[in-house]
């Protein structure tokens, strides 16, 4: 075996563990995950990230292994950003706590220890540190799923026609390729631009497209957008791992094209024996936006079934100022309740309620707890 094709292969078992690593949901590697985050050194070279060192903004200070901020910050900082006030995440020193309005702690391993609450603790909520988004299908399903709703069944209805949409499904090397580079690559950086997360090449031929397909949405035969999907026959499950549209444009990525591509996937699962459509994961923000789409598909919301299961996230309000009660009216949370469960809040007081556009229905998640400011801070804005 000469030594191209000994790296060769060494690279592709090296991904192929990596990826286990970061996405399998066996209680095993979950178990031994949460063990070496506890065990490695990195996590105690826990950081203290600020959103800003003006402290007339709205200030959000990270704290937790470094390499975990990434799934938060950038999110923080463009809904701030949404609020008028000037985004820029640097690093901060702990006096500079002092200057926090809110503080987001990721615990490693498992939840942290109840706090005993006084009249003048801090507002602290318990979040899961991701959501995960499963559509059990209907064997045999037929035409346009039942379970959307009525308006977007129609509108989807009318547009295959009008564009004339069809799905084509693929194993060649040579399209996932163009895919890759042309499609999902440039939808990434349309969408997150230096914080995005990005499967790299290896990884995502050889662990999602060599595991499974691609799914290419056609309008008059020419390619508008597409999804690299992982097929688990054991577990009848399609997980959709990288979607993109053509040129990443972001027009196209907002159009119905693309939840007529989920939908599709959703059908062609249904007709072809896989019990479960995994849509991947999201913050727990219900203003985020992937949150807000892959509600529409009428999943069952869970914490996180990978080692994301096993690290939580406490949510502390340190300050009351109107700059804090905007941004929590404008963003609900998910949180976890002591049994386990999911519970949806939003805020409100007598000048701010969240937006009408985003909702925090869905099956997984107990009905919407509405918290008055004025009663969560004892007092009115200051």
């Not at 299961?309 to 009351?320: A, C, M, Q, W």
């Not at 937006?355 to 925090?360: K, L, N, T």
Request: hydrophobic share 35%; with cysteine.
């Amino acid at each position: 075996m000469n030594h191209t094709l000994s790296a060769s292969i060494v690279g592709a078992l090296a991904r192929a563990g990596r990826y286990c690593w970061d996405n399998s949901e066996s209680p095993a590697v979950i178990s031994a995950r949460a063990a070496v985050d506890r065990a490695e050194p990195w996590t105690r070279r826990d950081v203290r990230l600020h959103s800003s060192r003006f402290p007339a903004d709205l200030t959000f200070t990270y704290a937790g292994p470094g390499k975990y901020a990434t799934y938060f910050m950038p999110f923080l900082e463009l809904r701030r950003s949404q609020l008028a006030v000037p985004p820029g995440p640097s690093e901060a020193d702990a006096d500079s706590l002092v200057d926090t309005d809110i503080m987001l702690e990721l615990h490693v391993g498992g939840p942290p220890k109840p706090v005993r609450t006084g009249e003048a603790a801090a507002p602290r909520f318990l979040l899961p540190s991701r959501l995960q988004f499963v559509v059990p299908t209907t064997p045999r399903q037929q035409g346009i799923l039942p379970g959307l709703p009525r308006k977007v069944r129609q509108s989807l209805a009318r547009q295959r026609v009008r564009h004339d949409r069809d799905l084509v499904i693929t194993n060649s090397a040579e399209k996932f390729h163009d895919f890759y580079y042309n499609y999902y690559l440039p939808t990434m950086e349309s969408r997150h631009g230096p914080a995005a997360r990005g499967v790299d090449p290896g990884t995502a031929y050889g662990q999602i497209f060599k595991r499974g397909a691609l799914f290419l949405l056609t309008e008059q035969k020419v390619p508008v957008a597409g999804m690299a999907c992982r097929l688990e026959p054991r577990t009848r499950t399609l997980r959709t791992r990288l979607f993109g549209v053509s040129g990443g444009e972001i027009s196209r990525y907002l159009d119905d094209a693309t939840i007529d591509l989920n939908v599709r996937i959703l059908e062609w699962a249904a007709s072809n024996g896989y019990d479960f459509v995994d849509l991947s994961t999201s913050e727990p923000f219900a203003s985020k936006g992937t949150f807000q789409f892959k509600r529409k598909l009428r999943p069952i919301v869970t914490p996180a079934r990978n080692h994301f299961s096993r690290k939580y996230v406490t949510l502390s309000i340190l300050r009351d100022r109107p700059a804090v009660r905007s941004f929590l009216a404008a963003n609900p949370i998910v949180t976890l309740s002591p049994d386990g469960t999911l519970q949806p809040i939003s805020f409100h007081d007598t000048d701010l309620a969240p937006p009408a556009s985003i909702s925090v229905n869905a099956a997984g998640l107990r009905p919407e707890l509405r918290v008055d400011l004025d009663e969560l801070f004892g007092t009115s804005t200051n």
